[in-house]
């Protein structure tokens, strides 16, 4: 009977495993989809009104969001330095990141303060704005005895709030790690690594759960299992097809569209 995931890996290890590291957008929370149209939109758009680009529009498009990707899980500050180093490249004189990043902020918190808002009034449930099974990868995980760390490149004040609004946050304890505003210095590398020492237990005893290429990739480099979330967006189903190139070339060892699987997932990669 095949599995209802895709192994790309196929001598992954198989557990145990002492210990799971999240991502949190994209990969528990749906609450910021759509932010990759708004910044790479933002970037776009400044380059024409500076008449820096003479690509065409989709060719743009594709030069940033590949940058504006690979650099998916970083400090969102990082992004912002990149796309000024665009600037500067194509003989601009680029804002500060600082600059960039909260003009991005402006027009990205006009959707999600949206969201927010129907899940503060009780209008939306939490399980409407999380990656489908969120909750029961955790509760499973839990009840096997692992411990589960976030990371993420989102700001510190707004995954707590976010995760508090999707009731995410409890089995993390006091394992959320994300950078304050503007700090461009916040590592998921370091994250895993301080797991690993904490811990006192192997790489290879970390899998790891993600839809970005840097969580995969500092995963991947401490020795650990990465499970590639190609989460779908809202309202649609299966395994987001540039999601999953992405995390492919990174080096993911699973790909899932989502935790409807998890059941069976967790089951295989234990070898139960």
Known sequence: MPLPFEVLNPTVRRGPFRAALFDF???????????????????VERLRGLNLAREPEDELWG????????????????????????????????????????????????????????????????????VPN?????????????????????????????GTLLDVLTPFGSHVYAPCPADPTFSKGRVADDIL?????????????????????????????MVGVASAEPGETGVHPEKRVRLAAAGADIIIPDYGCQEALLRWLWGD
């Open 25 to 43: 957008d994209g990969t528990l929370s749906l609450i910021r989809e759509g932010w990759p149209r708004v910044m790479v939109g933002m970037m």
């Open 63 to 130: 030069l940033v969001e590949r940058f504006v990707m690979e650099l998916n899980g970083h400090p969102t500050v990082v992004q912002m330095a990149r796309f000024a180093d665009e600037v500067r490249a194509r003989g601009g004189t680029p804002d500060t990141a600082d600059a960039y990043l909260a003009e991005y902020l402006d027009r990205l918190m006009a959707v999600v303060q949206q969201r927010w808002d129907v899940l503060e009034r009780g209008i939306a449930r939490p399980a409407a704005w999380v």
């Open 134 to 162: 969120a909750h029961a990868i955790l509760t499973n995980l839990a009840a096997r005895g692992v411990p589960v760390y976030l990371a993420s490149g989102t700001d510190r004040d707004a995954v707590v709030h976010e």
């Open 197 to 225: 020492r904490t811990l006192g237990i192997r790489g290879d005893e970390l899998v790891g759960f993600g839809d970005g290429v840097v969580e995969t990739k500092e995963v991947k480099r401490v020795g650990g299992v």
